[in-house]
């Protein structure tokens, strides 16, 4: 489990200088979790924040002014602690995100 957090956490470190949003879509018994990565200046990875979406809930769990990687690592380590409590959660990117998005919506 180690090694998949080390890969995971080296992705998103890599991955954040492209300053894309990445968020974690976790799922157990037909329910939907989202941890997203939000970044608020184009082109830098701080300040960013995690949101923390479920149901009819949405909130701010962690944020960052100045810390590189923060944001990312506090997004794994709950997108983990998720597994950990017997959701399924898969990393995305904006794009399948948005995707993603668009195809729930059109099924409701």
Request: aromatic fraction near 10%.
């Amino acid at each position: 489990m180690k090694l998949i957090y080390v890969l995971v956490f080296g992705s998103l470190v890599l991955s954040a200088s492209a300053n894309a949003n990445r968020s974690y879509v976790c799922s157990n018994a037909g329910q939907t979790r989202e941890i997203h990565i939000v970044y608020d200046e184009p082109g830098k990875e701080v300040p960013c924040s995690v949101l923390y979406k479920k149901a009819d809930d949405e909130r701010v769990l962690w944020s960052a002014q100045q810390q590189l990687g923060y944001c990312e690592s506090k997004a794994a380590e709950f997108a983990e602690k998720q597994e950990s409590w017997g959701w399924s959660c898969v990393e995305m990117e904006a794009a399948e995100e948005q995707a993603a998005s668009e195809e729930a919506a059109s099924e409701e």
